[in-house]
Structure formats: structure tokens, C-alpha cells
């Protein structure tokens, strides 16, 4: 099989990646995809580096059974935790969310103050701040946690007031940052973007890591000339580690159309 028509390869903690995968259908239609969500074990947010680390050495094994010419890690918290260490590891190319999104927040800052909001691992990994502040050193960022907008995203909870409240308690002390720029550095954050945007104020800039990231896989597959030939018609995938049902039924929330067939996989055997 000839390299170009092979399929991208995208995985996450669980269903949180389809926001990413998306993007991908979107700005790539005659590309084919293979989609991997781990909602065995998800989440990753709370758990240490080293657990997710070893967890995304099996996905990308997984990924890479199945032919993949790109695999993109679309989850946030390993794109923090793990892409280094996973680069090191496998010959593949693989890209992942956290550099798109600082290379957009850096182009729209104007003040020089980017907020960055993600999961607990994320944060406290210190990805999202080191990779803008490697692109311009003088930028401020500050960030902060919001582990429940996860939850609150995946129960479909988009517009009601107990989420107001909970994004009006954790994005209280970024306001008083005055920042221009927000980076949504976590798969299930574009669900909330209403919300986010009326609690940081509308002046505020929100950077979506998922649309980023699909802009850069194009740049990349054109760059290796291995994008897949226009006038094809592009054939989708999904497997998970659980609960294939559950996958489906909460998918539409996240990728706008329900997803028709997913397949469960023993991801203990790669
Ligand atoms: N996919 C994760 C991320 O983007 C969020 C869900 C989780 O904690 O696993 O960080």
C-alpha cells in the first residue's frame, strides 16, 4: 500500500479526542482515520506521568498494528507528558496538540499574557508554558486546572448554570490576570467554549488546540508529501479499550454526528 493512502492515526484517554479528530475530517476530507479512545482507563488527567506515559506506548503499539503513516496524540495531558519520551521511542511520526496550540497563542497575544486552562497532569507538567515561552520568552502565562470541566463536558452539561458557576470559580483568578489569550488545553474544552468565553470576558481570545492541531497535521503530510490524493473517499475507524455503547452514545457531543460502528480491543495485549 502505497504510503499516502495509508491512515492517520489518532488516540486519546476516551472519547475527548474526537473534538481533534473532527478538525482532522474537516480540514483533511480525503484522509483516512483511525481512531483510538482508551475509555478503559481513562481519564488521564489525574493520574501521574509515568502511568500515562506506559499507557501511550500501548495505543500507538496498537496504532501501529493497524498501518498508520501518522499517529496524533490528541490528548492533551500525554501530548504533555508523554510525546517526548514517546518520540523516543517509535520511529513513526508523531505530533501532538501542545506546540500547535502555543505557536497559535503566541501569533493572537498582543499584551504578552496567555492563560492556558487544561486537566491537573497537563498543568502541572508545565508543557503548554515552556513550549510559548520557547517561541518568545518575555510572554506571561499562567495557568490553571479545571479538572471538572471534563465531567461537566462529557455528562452534556454545556449550558447550564452549575457549570457557570463552577467556570466563574475556576476562571475567577485568570481574569484577574488580565489576559488576551486563552489556549482550551484539553480535548473536551471546545464543548464548553460559551461558557469559558462569557466568564473570561469576550475580549478574550480562545485558542482551540483540536483546530490547530489539524492545521499543522496538513502542514506536516504536505511537507512529507504523503497526503492522500484528493478525489478518494475517506473510510473512518474507531476502536476502544471499554464500553463501545457509552462511546457511541456520547460521540455526536463531541464530533457533532453520532458515530455509526466502534470495535472494542484488548489494549492490554500491546
Ligand atoms: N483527553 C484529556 C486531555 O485532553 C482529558 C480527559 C482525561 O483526563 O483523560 O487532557
Given at each position: ?131 510559548i515561552q520557547k517561541i ?129 480491543i484488548d489494549i492490554n495485549?500491546?
Amino acid at each position: 500500500m502505497k504510503v499516502s493512502s495509508r491512515a492517520i492515526g489518532i488516540f486519546d484517554s476516551g472519547v475527548g479526542g474526537l473534538t481533534v479528530a473532527k478538525e482532522v475530517f474537516k480540514k483533511l476530507p480525503s484522509e483516512n482515520v483511525i481512531y483510538f479512545g482508551d475509555t478503559a482507563r481513562t481519564p488521564y488527567g489525574p493520574r501521574s506521568a509515568e502511568i500515562v506515559k506506559k499507557f501511550s506506548v500501548q495505543n500507538i503499539s496498537f496504532l501501529s498494528t493497524q498501518g498508520v503513516k501518522l499517529i496524533v496524540v490528541a490528548c492533551n495531558t500525554a501530548s504533555a507528558v508523554a510525546l517526548d519520551y514517546l518520540k523516543r521511542i517509535f520511529q513513526l511520526p508523531l505530533m501532538g496538540v501542545i506546540e500547535p496550540g502555543s505557536r497559535a497563542a503566541v501569533k493572537v497575544t498582543e499584551s504578552g499574557r496567555i492563560g492556558v486552562i487544561g486537566t491537573a497532569g497537563t498543568i502541572r507538567s508545565k508543557s503548554y508554558t515552556k513550549a510559548i515561552q520557547k517561541i518568545d520568552k518575555k510572554i506571561k502565562v499562567f495557568d490553571y486546572p479545571c479538572p471538572l470541566f471534563v465531567s461537566l463536558a462529557e455528562e452534556g452539561y454545556i449550558n447550564k448554570k452549575a457549570t457557570y458557576l463552577i467556570a466563574q470559580e475556576y476562571l475567577t483568578p485568570l481574569k484577574k490576570q488580565k489576559i488576551d489569550t486563552l489556549v482550551l488545553g484539553c480535548t473536551h474544552y471546545p464543548l464548553l467554549k460559551k461558557v469559558i468565553s462569557t466568564v473570561i470576558g469576550e475580549n478574550v481570545t480562545l485558542i482551540d488546540s483540536a483546530e490547530e492541531t489539524a492545521l499543522e497535521v496538513k502542514k506536516i503530510l504536505e511537507q512529507k508529501d504523503m497526503m492522500n490524493p484528493a478525489n478518494s473517499e475517506p473510510a473512518y475507524r474507531f476502536y476502544v479499550s471499554d464500553f463501545p455503547e457509552k462511546f457511541i452514545q456520547i460521540s455526536e457531543r463531541f464530533l457533532g454526528e453520532k458515530v455509526k460502528k466502534v470495535k472494542k480491543i484488548d489494549i492490554n495485549k500491546y
